[in-house]
Nanobody
């Protein structure tokens, strides 16, 4: 059974940090491009980080570049998102997603395996 399980969300103050984890099972992790996406109330879901299955550069949109760092541990079948210098506008539900043998993709519909998400709330 394919599962992506996010953890590490919660409440943080502006300027603070959080680390999200995405534990996977049921997939050959090394053949999946992994991504973190977020969705705030009344806003569209957006990709905030993506790392390809074959290694190489990680994608970040300008809104999080320099503040968020995505990594993957192929020995633990887990992806991570380190978030620092958090802002209230980072408040959203954060999802882990994957696409098999695909390159980096910046559209949510490109990912076909999803976790349930974890809430991140940043107070000012």
């Amino acid at each position: 059974q394919v599962q992506l399980v996010e953890s590490g969300g919660g409440l943080a103050q502006a300027g603070g940090s959080l680390r999200l984890s995405c534990a996977t099972s049921g997939i050959t992790f090394t053949t999946y491009t992994m991504a973190w996406l977020r969705q705030a109330p009344e806003k569209e879901r957006e990709v905030v980080a993506a790392i390809p299955w074959f290694g190489g550069n990680t994608y970040y949109p300008d809104s999080v570049k320099g503040r968020f760092t995505m990594s993957r541990d192929n020995t633990k079948n887990t992806a991570y998102l380190e978030m620092s210098s958090l802002k209230p506008e980072d408040t959203a539900r954060y999802y882990c997603a994957a696409r098999h043998l695909g390159g980096l993709a910046t559209t949510p519909s490109s990912y076909n395996v999803w976790g349930m998400g974890t809430q991140v709330t940043v107070s000012s």
